[in-house]
């Protein structure tokens, strides 16, 4: 007698799909409530304008220097990326709203607790969201970067160049300096929690406490002053050699971000959310 197999032996057998890496889910996660809020759109915009018009102003103010009857404080012809550079001064402090809001806005509205539920690894939260502000601020930073050379260079007219090779390198190096200040954001905001709180500290190590320590013209103070994030980057933009090279003040400027983000790493797992 023969028989027939039964339904169990001729179904096909399906094997769980593998699950994917968990910080990648993480990451989605964060990428998703990043661009699902307007203030991330309108944080866009007002990086383009502010970036648009700095370079402009800038560019304005080295061709009348140039055109001035006194030969002192004329800066020559300059290279785009000067301009560039120098309009991040400013910008930068739009930009780092991405790494900031990033974290401050939840402990504001309290959805950090939904967040931890979903995601109850303190580290690979904030992990995906340095992942998602480093992806995104560079992005941004290539595009303000694109946006000021291009409005600087018609504007300089005869006194301003844009070689191409340099010019990219300038846009780059753009890019990374917003990235690394983005994350250091993100970190600072991680342990301190209050966006206020967060962008007062950021003002201070980015030019009050530098400025301070420069100001007296004393040796010392000046080095230790090169020893902070925001005029580490400023040596790493101007591709400066003196008083280190410039892929100095960029491993400096990724060391306070890396402490930063450390720091954040600890009060997050220390305090309740």
């Keep these: 007698m023969t028989t027939s197999p039964t339904l169990d032996s001729a179904r096909p057998v399906r094997r769980p799909a593998p699950a994917g890496h968990p910080l990648a889910g993480a990451v989605a ?41 006194d030969p002192t404080v004329n800066p020559g012809v300059l290279d785009v990326g000067d301009v560039v550079a120098g309009s991040l001064e400013l910008t930068q402090f739009v930009v780092i709203g991405l790494g900031l809001f990033a974290i401050t806005s939840e402990f504001a509205t309290g959805t950090i ?45 005869e006194w301003g160049r844009a070689p191409w090779g340099a010019t990219v390198t300038d846009v780059l190096a753009c890019a990374a300096y917003l990235t690394l200040v983005g994350v250091l954001a993100l970190g600072l905001a991680a342990a301190l929690r209050g966006p206020v709180l ?43 050699t003196d008083p280190y090279p410039a892929v100095v003040g960029l491993l400096l400027l990724a060391g306070w971000a890396a402490a930063a983000m450390a720091l954040g790493r600890w009060a997050l797992a220390r305090r309740d959310a």
């Design 29 to 69: 996660a964060e990428w998703t409530k990043l661009w699902s809020v307007r203030s991330t759109w309108w944080t866009l915009v007002a990086a383009l304008v502010t970036m648009a018009a700095t370079a402009a102003q800038l560019a304005i103010y080295a061709v009348n220097a140039n055109t001035d009857d």
């Design 113 to 157: 607790r939904t967040t931890l539920r979903c995601t109850p690894s303190r580290s690979r939260v904030l992990a995906a969201k340095a992942v998602v502000v480093g992806a995104v601020t560079f992005g941004v930073g290539l595009l303000l970067g694109a946006v000021g050379a291009a409005v600087a260079r018609p504007v300089l007219g």
């Design 198 to 240: 967060t962008l007062t500290v950021l003002l201070a190590l980015l030019y009050i406490v530098p400025l301070s320590l420069q100001e007296p013209d004393i040796t010392v103070l000046t080095r230790i002053a090169d020893g902070f994030p925001g005029v580490a980057g400023t040596h790493f933009l101007a591709g400066d």
